[in-house]
């Protein structure tokens, strides 16, 4: 069965410096891993999407890496602004069209 | 709207009773998922219909919970004698257009929050 982790559960971090948020899974065989953003009282919004065949995928400020062998996967924003500030979840499927299996997530505060 | 609707938005009941939570996945889209977000984790698998069909209902936590999609548009997780252990954000996400073969990222809604009391 897929297990997926996050760590930190939080972090806080200064307007400005850059976000490194780590995600990781027990059983490398995924189809593809993606990263939402959730808003308080909000629904997720896909942020990046990573093929299973790719290393990182890049989306503005974001960038997304993805090591299978490793059960890893990173999520990187540049330049963290205020607006930011929300619960970052990363989910891996293992087939198309298949289930999402969800980390805890990592809540995250950009400080003015 | 271009996005996935669900509603009501928020639902109050009394431990006991029946809730019905509707979702409208976006035109075109093949699957639907139900989630189950509890506070302060993760959302988890409910079940996954494509089309009509109710492929995977493996995370349905018990008997009480029960989902349709008979016209295979709008989708209706239902609660029967709901208990406090219910509380939680449902949360319901489509994905494949019909033009696509694979691949292609689940877009969610804004989840009911159920309160059971």
């Known amino acids: 069965k897929q297990e997926v982790t996050q760590i930190p559960a939080a972090l806080s971090v200064p307007e400005g410096e850059n976000l490194v948020l780590n995600c990781s899974f027990t059983d490398s065989a995924i189809y593809n891993l993606q990263w939402f953003r959730q808003d308080p009282g909000k629904g997720l919004t896909s942020l990046l999407l990573i093929q299973s065949s790719q290393r990182e995928q890049t989306s503005g400020r974001l960038n997304a890496s993805l090591d299978k062998s490793s059960g ?11 607006g930011d500030s929300a ?13 999402l299996t969800f980390g805890g997530g990592t809540r995250v505060l950009v400080k003015p | 709207g271009a996005g996935v609707s669900q509603s009501p938005r928020y639902k109050v009941a009394k431990r006991g009773q029946d809730v019905a939570l509707r979702c409208d996945p976006i035109s075109g889209h093949v699957s639907l998922f139900w989630y189950q977000q509890a506070l302060g984790q993760g959302p988890e698998f409910l079940t996954y219909f494509q089309n009509e069909a109710q492929l995977d209902k493996s995370g349905l936590p018990s008997d009480r919970f029960f989902a349709e999609r008979p016209e295979g548009s709008v989708s209706t997780l239902k609660i029967q004698r709901t208990q ?11 994905s494949l257009p019909r033009r696509y073969s694979s691949n292609q990222p689940q877009h969610f809604g804004d989840g009911t929050r159920l309160s059971i009391l």
């Open chain 2, 84 to 94: 406090q252990e219910d509380s939680a954000v449902y949360l319901c996400a489509s």
């Open chain 1, 87 to 99: 619960t970052y979840l990363c989910a891996a499927i293992k087939a198309a069209g298949n289930k």
């Open chain 1, 72 to 82: 890893r996967s990173t999520l990187y924003i540049a330049a963290s602004q205020p």
